[in-house]
């Protein structure tokens, strides 16, 4: 006799046993007889059509033989409502976020065309996945709020006096960072390279286009410079962490884009290359008291004005305009990183000698 041909319009949305009970009835055969043909019981044959049980491999291999439909056939339809089914799971567990979802500089994010511009909370959600490339937005809370957030695995020079760290906008931060660094290339790292190219970097200082030949001076080190516009609360100046075991990353934001801000962060984070391990993992909370950013402050400072030489220059007391430049002359670097210091050390106020300093573009 020849072989019946059976149903096989498969809807993806019902548990693949409702077409399993469909081709039984047109099979014409008893249930019990297709369970002793596929050798399993007739419960575990009925769990399966009540939808309480899947298609296995060996169960759709037999359904192969006995009801004459391919083994794909079967997989792919249990396949598929099981897609269907973590979709809706995705969906409530979207659904139940939205205050979570609203944590992130979303808006931001998709004016600067990372994300979609959708209003949809449930894409929203599934834009972020796919923006941190997380599965789920409890395991990404989880790694952006842990103590050794993997997100934030990196040491930051970053601004608290203005208000608390947002982890979220900071989070987001540094992952359009890591985006841009891809677009990227750069040698290996090499710290003795870069510690070499200090003077090189240093004299930059004084250019006006500067950042093209910066970029390409670090990428000789293996170090890939990003610059990125800082999104609210994330109050990071600068950041560096690794792309891979041999490619560092200096990111570079401009909460404040003044001159002198931008050559001390850049020096602060090279630091963190030449003077500390690759697995250098800040706690963002307690910044103020962490001995290693205290030791990178005074490297950059050092880098760029030698102390010997700033104790003579800051014991004059009194400070004009021809005394800084004649002074950031002698050093080789931008009159405004000489400006910022005396304000830092507060031995002239903020308010003068605005003119000397200038802002970095991106």
């Known amino acids: 006799m020849a072989n019946k041909s059976y149903r096989i319009s498969p809807n993806y949305a019902s548990h693949p046993g409702l077409t399993l009970q469909e081709n039984i009835e047109y099979s014409g055969l008893l249930k019990k007889d297709i369970a002793s043909k596929l050798g399993i019981t007739a419960k575990q044959l009925s769990r399966i059509i009540n939808g309480k049980a899947s298609i296995t491999p060996k169960v759709a291999l037999g359904l192969e033989k006995v009801l004459n439909l391919p083994y794909s056939f079967w997989m792919n339809l249990q396949n598929n409502y099981d897609k269907e089914q973590l979709i809706q799971n995705e969906e409530a567990d979207l659904e139940k976020k939205k205050e979570l979802i609203k944590k992130y500089p979303y808006q931001e994010l998709a004016q600067r065309g990372y994300v979609s511009g959708t209003e949809d909370w449930l894409e929203k959600g599934r834009e972020l996945l796919k923006f941190f490339h997380f599965a789920s937005l ?3 809370q989880k790694a952006v709020e842990a103590d050794n957030h993997p997100i934030l695995d990196a040491s930051f020079r970053v601004y608290t006096r203005t208000g608390q760290i947002d982890k979220y906008s900071l989070a987001s931060w540094v992952e359009i960072g890591k985006i841009e660094s891809e677009k990227l290339e750069s040698e290996k790292f090499s710290k003795t390279k870069l510690r070499s190219m200090i003077p090189v970097i240093r004299k930059l200082t004084r250019e006006k286009n500067f950042l093209g030949t910066l970029q390409e001076v670090l990428s000789q080190c293996g170090v890939k410079l990003v610059l990125v516009h800082s999104l609210p609360k994330s109050q990071a100046a600068g950041v560096t962490y690794w792309a891979d075991s041999e490619t560092a990353v200096i990111q570079l934001g401009d909460r404040y884009n003044t001159i002198d801000v931008f050559w001390f962060t850049l020096f602060h984070e090279i630091s963190h290359l030449i003077l500390f391990t690759k697995h250098n993992i800040l706690d963002l909370d307690i910044y103020k008291d962490d001995k290693q950013e205290k030791q990178a402050n005074q490297w ?18 009194l400070f004009d ?19 910022g210091r005396l304000q830092k050390e507060k031995l002239i106020p903020y308010t003068l000698f605005h003119e000397l300093k200038r802002n970095v573009s991106f």
């Open 138 to 140: 409890g395991a990404l």
């Open 300 to 317: 950059a400072a050092d880098a760029l004005i030698p102390d010997v030489d700033w104790k003579t220059f800051s014991e004059k007391n």
């Open 321 to 339: 305009e021809n005394d800084i430049l004649s002074f950031a002359k002698e050093q080789a670097i931008d009159p405004a990183i000489v400006v």
